[in-house]
Structures are given as structure tokens and as C-alpha cells.
């Protein structure tokens, strides 16, 4: 039976997967919300996006082709992306796939 | 497993494939990236997912760079082609692999295509660096860093520009990089490169139009044999981020034509 790919668990798992990027730093300013931006708040520099990428890949499988979403968009959309946005198409992707 | 131990240590990598239709052994593709505050990352936001529906495509963060280990010594080129062999060998590829160098990457391919011809199928170069003549003479330790494109006033002026970021990792990385490690002292002991004319299998070279190195364009196009040079108005030598739209058209255009 495959658990639901709530919003909450998104974040929660990403939070996760962030402090493994990024190490407990992450955390400094506080819990991960849904309007923290990856740039601005988290600074994460692009080479630890390409580490998350790999988590998100592992935890939600290929079904949630975050590769594929990030080469649809140009740079500076990258770089505006908010905690949020990945959340939702995380959320969206894994439960139309049953993951 | 994106942390591989290879040459005797510790290199983030990534691998980016699709299944081939046929079920054919697809091209074997590797990317290698510029220097200091340059990764993997420059090749992954821009042409590896395109490239990677027709290759399997094998990104490389080089010593001391993005993710990989940060070894005190052994910055030379040699060290680096060493370091790619070591992950073909891991990775058990033994056909010729496609390689695509941007700026510092792009020497590391060629130095590979010269030591190791038959490791190689083709090269792709992007804005490719190398040492030249008078190379040694003249050059402070700094200038090291600008003969291999990166000037060491953009160096500070990134580095400035970065500093109010209170957790900018690759600021402090790179600030070590060129603090804590040989780097400066191995590039600026580089020889210039004498071998461009055995180069024997088919490359493309781009470059900017405004790039600072067009010195290089030239050499390449009038020393390895059958070089074709592209030179793109209006670009400067962070042309792959610039360009990344045409670079990805031209690279697979490459792709099929020496395949």
C-alpha cells in the first residue's frame, strides 16, 4: 500500500534531504517552509542543487523527472525556484505516478 | 553514486542517460568543466539533459572542484587527464568516449586525445584553454589564473560580490582552493602545448567573439588537423552560459555527424 505523497511529508523529506546537502547549517534560520526560496534564503549554490536533484531522484524515483522539469526552464527561474514550487511538483508528480 | 574513488580519491560525478530504443550500446559522452568556481554544474543546467537523450552522458567534477575532494597538490593537466582515465576505468568503458571540454576542460581533452588516442572518438570544445608561448616568462603567480581565463579581477570581483553571503560555500571553497592548494604554482608551471598538430581525431571548437583568448581559437584551427572553429558574435568566454540554446544544437548536430 504506498504511502500519500502529502505536501507535508514533501516538505519534511526535503528538509531531510537538504540537511544531507547542505549539513546542519541548513537550519540556522530556522525550520524549511514553504516560502523559503532556495537562493535568497538558502543560498544553495549550484552544484548542491545538482546534489539535491540526485536525493529527489532516489527517494522519489524516476516517475518525478526533476531533471526534466529544471530543463524547461531557463536559468533565472532556476534560481528564483521557492522551497514551495518544488514541493507541489513533487506532490503532484508522485501522486498521479502511485509513488 | 555520485561520490566515486578514483586516481586515489574521492570525485563527484553524475551520470545522465535514457533508454536507447533499439537497446544499442548508446555514445559514450564526458563532460569536464573550467576552473575554480566553475562544476559539473555549468554542463548539467545547460546541454547534458538534451545530449543525454541520444548518449549516456558523464559529468565530472574535477579535483578540488564542486564536490570532489580537495587534494593539497597536483593541480597539473596531466593530474587531471590521469583522474578522467581513472573513472573510464572504473566506469569499465573501453570504446573511444566523446569529450567535451569548456575553457580548463578543454585542455584536459586534449591533453587526453594526445596521451591516450585511443581513449577518444572526438572533441567538443568549448571557449578551450591552454598554455602558449611565453607562457612561463612572463607571468606572476596570479596571472596564472587569467591565462587560463580566469582573471583575477573577476575572481575578486565574484569573490566581493559573494561575501555578503554569510554561508557562500563555494566562495570560502574557492578562496581555499587558491589559498590552501598548489593550483596557481602547477598551472604556472604548465609548458606550452607543442603536440596540437597529432591530435587525431575529429574536433569542433567555439569560442566568443569577444572571448580574451582568441589567440587560442586560432592555434587550435590552424594546428589540429581537420579543426573546425565556430566563432559566436557577441559572446565572451562564458559562452556555454551564454549560448547554452545553440551550444546544445551544435552539440548534437557534432553528435550525429561522428557517430
Request: with cysteine; glycine share 6%; net charge negative.
Amino acid at each position: 500500500m504506498p504511502e500519500t505523497v502529502t505536501p507535508e511529508r514533501v516538505l519534511a523529506q526535503l528538509e531531510e534531504m537538504l540537511v544531507e546537502v547542505i549539513g546542519d547549517d541548513l537550519l540556522l534560520d530556522g525550520p524549511l517552509t514553504m516560502e523559503t526560496s532556495f537562493d535568497q534564503d538558502l543560498q544553495l549554490e549550484s552544484i548542491e542543487f545538482v546534489a539535491l536533484s540526485e536525493k529527489l531522484l532516489e527517494t522519489y524515483g524516476e516517475q518525478v523527472d526533476f531533471v526534466g522539469w529544471l530543463a524547461e526552464m531557463e536559468l533565472d527561474d532556476i534560481i528564483a525556484l521557492t522551497v514551495g514550487q518544488l514541493v507541489e511538483f513533487v506532490a503532484t508528480n508522485a501522486s498521479a505516478s502511485g509513488a | 553514486m555520485p561520490i566515486e574513488q578514483a586516481n586515489g580519491l574521492k570525485l563527484h560525478t553524475q551520470h545522465l542517460s535514457t533508454p536507447s530504443p533499439d537497446g544499442q550500446r548508446r555514445p559514450q559522452v564526458v563532460m569536464l568543466h573550467g576552473l575554480v568556481i566553475d562544476n559539473l554544474s555549468s554542463w548539467y543546467y545547460t546541454i547534458a539533459n538534451p545530449v543525454a537523450q541520444v548518449a549516456d552522458v558523464h559529468l565530472v567534477d574535477l579535483r578540488g572542484h564542486g564536490r570532489s575532494e580537495m587534494p593539497k597538490t597536483g593541480y597539473t593537466v596531466e593530474d587531471n587527464v590521469d583522474d578522467v582515465v581513472a573513472l573510464l576505468d572504473l566506469w569499465g568503458i573501453t570504446e573511444p568516449v566523446h569529450l567535451f571540454g569548456n575553457s580548463f576542460g578543454g585542455v584536459v581533452s586534449l591533453a587526453l586525445a594526445h596521451r591516450h588516442p585511443e581513449r577518444v572518438a572526438s572533441l567538443f570544445l568549448i571557449e578551450a584553454h591552454f598554455a602558449v608561448e611565453g607562457w612561463g616568462e612572463h607571468m606572476a603567480g596570479s596571472l596564472a589564473l587569467a591565462a587560463f581565463g580566469l582573471d583575477e579581477d573577476a575572481v575578486q570581483d565574484w569573490l566581493a560580490e559573494n561575501a555578503d553571503r554569510k554561508l557562500s560555500r563555494l566562495a570560502k571553497r574557492s578562496e581555499r582552493f587558491l589559498t590552501e592548494t598548489t593550483l596557481i604554482d602547477d598551472l604556472q608551471a604548465e609548458q606550452p602545448i607543442g603536440w596540437l598538430p597529432e591530435i587525431a581525431c575529429p574536433t569542433y571548437a567555439m569560442y566568443g567573439a569577444e572571448t580574451d583568448i582568441m589567440d587560442r581559437a586560432l592555434e587550435l584551427q590552424a594546428k589540429v588537423p581537420g579543426c573546425e572553429l565556430e566563432i559566436v558574435p557577441d559572446c565572451s568566454h562564458s559562452l556555454l552560459t551564454e549560448q547554452g540554446g545553440l551550444i546544445r544544437d551544435r552539440a548534437l548536430t557534432w553528435l550525429d555527424r561522428v557517430t
